[in-house]
């Protein structure tokens, strides 16, 4: 057996974070987590950060409690103090908008409001358990270092968050970050509807700009370009997550009288969820548990992707050319697609081109132009928001100019409104220099080794 694989961890510490970092924890024997890398999204990064504090000191509880316990075996070798782990501060808001959460699904403190609950049954410690050790480096850095300090292709990353920590990274050394093993993220939705939005799953909606950053502007550096390369990104969106559920009844140990600390930590953080899950049934009749009392493992899936899936590194080399094949059970399929950023009611929506003549080919968007007043005629219509300020600013200034113009000369006036007016319409019709490409390629996972496989190797992870 080789050498485990370095992982570093991007999260927004909500409830199914925590359960996925416990998984991660419990098979050292594939995985050795290096950093946890904390970035806004389900919760504040303040709240995060306590989050995995929490976690860890349950976690070492348990292990003092039950130290012959073999389900445990795995977490005993990960908690060990020589297996160094860097918690790291991140992203406090996207890179460009308001800044959203969750905190319908995950509390106002990221994990059902524990913190809140009468007598604090579950304390922040006074010290940081083992192995954490804290820096005051920021995500992005630490991500930066850690692939610098190592081979390339030896360290991957998985994102169960907002893209923010890594699109900074990213532009902050290119070089460096193109040394990634390969990334696993859960994120997004192509054929189906959100979860977050109607349009849009939340860690695209919480940062739709670091995404587009990542999928359409990164393979355009000169690196990758060159090569016509990629980033090795493996995408988990809503599509393949949402099938795998587990019922809540084994995760809180419904069945099991005298439950342990981890036990009674995970039912804590669940309890939340769980009873918004019931709320969507029927009133007026019995609850089908089978039906609504369920919990969607999104990120745990993620993260068992990057446990035991081969990274885009290991299974191709080049990360260039469309795939669509399984490897280790798991089915990966090349998709073209485009996110939406500044749609009101689309934030985040990653736009798949369903016309049949232009399946799986890029789209693009036909490039409009301002015909206001003389000077802006031939201007293209740009989506940057910061663009598209500062154009209509030098529209106000044209148009101030061109009305002291029409008041010095007023016959040239009407002269000039039909004129603009006529190349207003003319414009509507643009040729295809005039477009703009919107899209990138990911490889994206559209089945597992299987729901029953996930729920019974994630129920062992988290020793239930």
């Given at each position: 057996?080789?050498?485990?694989?370095?992982?570093?961890?991007?999260c927004?510490p909500?409830?199914d974070d925590?359960?996925?970092?416990?998984?991660?924890?419990?098979?050292p024997?594939?995985?050795?987590?290096?950093?946890i890398?904390?970035?806004?999204?389900?919760?504040?990064?303040?709240?995060g950060?306590?989050n995995i504090?929490?976690?860890f000191?349950v976690?070492?509880k348990h292990?003092?409690?039950n130290?012959?316990?073999?389900?445990?075996?795995?977490?005993?070798k990960?908690l060990?103090s020589?297996?160094k782990?860097?918690?790291?501060?991140?992203?406090?808001?996207?890179?460009?908008?308001?800044t959203f959460?969750?905190?319908?699904?995950h509390g106002?403190?990221?994990l059902?409001?524990i913190?809140t609950?009468?007598?604090d049954?579950?304390?922040?410690?006074?010290c940081l358990?083992?192995p954490?050790?804290e820096?005051?480096?920021?995500?992005?850095?630490?991500?930066?270092?850690?692939?610098r300090?190592?081979?390339?292709?030896?360290v991957q990353?998985?994102?169960l968050a907002?893209l923010?920590n890594?699109?900074?990274?990213?532009?902050?050394?290119?070089v460096?970050?193109l040394?990634?093993?390969?990334?696993?993220?859960?994120l997004?939705?192509?054929d189906?509807?959100g979860n977050?939005?109607?349009?849009?799953?939340?860690n695209?909606?919480a940062?739709?700009?670091?995404f587009?950053?990542?999928?359409?502007?990164a393979?355009k550096?000169?690196?990758?370009?060159e090569l016509?390369?990629?980033?090795?990104?493996?995408?988990?969106?809503?599509?393949?997550?949402n099938q795998?559920?587990?019922p809540?009844?084994q995760l809180?140990s419904d069945?099991?009288?005298e439950?342990n600390?981890?036990?009674?930590?995970?039912a804590?953080?669940l309890a939340?969820?769980r009873?918004?899950?019931?709320?969507?049934?029927?009133?007026?009749?019995?609850?089908?548990?089978e039906?609504?009392?369920n919990?969607?493992a999104?990120d745990?899936?993620?993260?068992a992707h990057?446990i035991?899936?081969p990274?885009?590194?290991?299974r191709n080399?080049?990360?260039?050319?469309?795939?669509?094949?399984?490897?280790?059970?798991?089915?990966?399929?090349?998709?073209?697609f485009g996110?939406e950023?500044d749609?009101y009611l689309?934030?985040g929506?990653?736009?798949?081109?369903?016309?049949?003549?232009?399946?799986?080919k890029?789209?693009?968007?036909?490039?409009?132009?301002?015909?206001?007043?003389?000077?802006?005629r031939?201007e293209?219509?740009?989506?940057?928001?910061?663009?598209?300020?500062s154009?209509?600013i030098?529209?106000?200034?044209?148009?101030?100019?061109?009305?002291?113009?029409?008041?010095?000369n007023?016959?040239?006036?009407g002269?000039?409104?039909?004129?603009?007016?006529?190349?207003?319409?003319?414009?509507?019709?643009?040729?295809?220099e005039?477009?703009r490409?919107?899209?990138?390629e990911?490889?994206i996972v559209i089945?597992?080794?299987?729901v029953?496989?996930f729920?019974?190797?994630?129920?062992?992870s988290?020793t239930?």
């Amino acid at each position: 057996m080789g050498n485990p694989t370095q992982i570093i961890i991007n999260c927004d510490p909500g409830i199914d974070d925590v359960l996925s970092i416990i998984m991660a924890l419990s098979h050292p024997e594939k995985v050795q987590v290096r950093a946890i890398c904390i970035s806004h999204g389900n919760t504040t990064v303040l709240h995060g950060r306590e989050n995995i504090v929490r976690l860890f000191s349950v976690l070492q509880k348990h292990i003092e409690e039950n130290p012959d316990e073999a389900q445990s075996e795995g977490l005993k070798k990960a908690l060990k103090s020589d297996n160094k782990i860097i918690l790291a501060k991140g992203a406090s808001h996207p890179l460009q908008g308001p800044t959203f959460n969750s905190s319908a699904y995950h509390g106002k403190d990221g994990l059902g409001d524990i913190s809140t609950l009468p007598g604090d049954p579950w304390p922040l410690p006074d010290c940081l358990p083992e192995p954490l050790v804290e820096t005051d480096k920021s995500a992005d850095e630490v991500m930066l270092d850690i692939l610098r300090t190592n081979d390339s292709g030896t360290v991957q990353i998985v994102s169960l968050a907002p893209l923010t920590n890594l699109a900074l990274a990213w532009q902050k050394d290119p070089v460096t970050f193109l040394r990634v093993g390969g990334i696993s993220a859960m994120l997004g939705n192509l054929d189906v509807p959100g979860n977050d939005t109607p349009s849009a799953e939340f860690n695209a909606f919480a940062d739709p700009f670091a995404f587009r950053i990542l999928l359409q502007d990164a393979p355009k550096f000169p690196a990758l370009k060159e090569l016509s390369k990629r980033l090795p990104f493996d995408m988990l969106p809503l599509d393949i997550t949402n099938q795998h559920k587990v019922p809540f009844a084994q995760l809180c140990s419904d069945a099991v009288k005298e439950k342990n600390i981890l036990q009674k930590f995970i039912a804590a953080i669940l309890a939340h969820p769980r009873q918004r899950a019931n709320a969507r049934a029927p009133k007026d009749e019995p609850l089908d548990r089978e039906k609504y009392d369920n919990f969607t493992a999104h990120d745990p899936l993620a993260m068992a992707h990057a446990i035991f899936c081969p990274s885009p590194i290991e299974r191709n080399e080049q990360i260039n050319e469309p795939i669509d094949e399984s490897f280790s059970e798991w089915h990966i399929k090349t998709r073209t697609f485009g996110v939406e950023t500044d749609g009101y009611l689309t934030r985040g929506e990653c736009v798949v081109d369903h016309r049949q003549y232009s399946k799986g080919k890029p789209f693009t968007i036909p490039t409009g132009t301002y015909a206001n007043s003389a000077s802006d005629r031939n201007e293209r219509y740009h989506p940057e928001p910061s663009l598209r300020m500062s154009r209509r600013i030098s529209r106000i200034v044209s148009w101030i100019k061109t009305d002291k113009e029409d008041q010095a000369n007023p016959s040239s006036a009407g002269t000039k409104e039909v004129e603009a007016t006529f190349q207003e319409t003319a414009d509507l019709h643009v040729n295809d220099e005039q477009k703009r490409q919107f899209t990138g390629e990911w490889d994206i996972v559209i089945s597992s080794p299987g729901v029953d496989w996930f729920r019974g190797m994630f129920l062992k992870s988290l020793t239930l």
